[in-house]
């Protein structure tokens, strides 16, 4: 996905859905393109984290999550870009 002098853009996202639609999103939402479900509730919230080299990909999967059957809101709540290269080096 990414390489030595491309980025890495990460966003965290709220995704509003209906209760009933929970359980099929649960399977759904990792098969999107760089998305990865962090957490969720019964009543139809869950956290998402896209991680992507592009913006435009992130957007891209922001607007496949919208498209989903069930999904009431996306919001986009954190968005970062780092170098790859910076993403690779070891934290002290």
């Known amino acids: 996905m990414s390489g030595p002098g491309s980025e890495v853009h990460i966003a965290g996202v709220l995704v509003q859905a209906r209760a009933e639609a929970v359980a099929r999103l ?3 939402i990792p098969s999107l393109p760089g998305a990865a479900l962090a957490q ?3 009543d139809g919230r869950l956290v ?3 991680e992507h080299d592009s913006a435009q990909g ?3 999967t922001l607007s496949a999550l919208r ?3 069930g999904v009431l ?3 986009l709540v954190y968005q970062h870009t780092e ?3 910076a ?3 070891e934290m002290p």
């Open 26 to 28: 649960r399977g759904e």
């Open 40 to 42: 969720w509730a019964e």
């Open 48 to 50: 998402v984290v896209v």
């Open 58 to 60: 992130v957007m891209q």
């Open 67 to 69: 498209d989903l059957p």
């Open 73 to 75: 809101n996306v919001a």
């Open 83 to 85: 170098p790859w290269e």
């Open 87 to 89: 993403m690779q080096q």
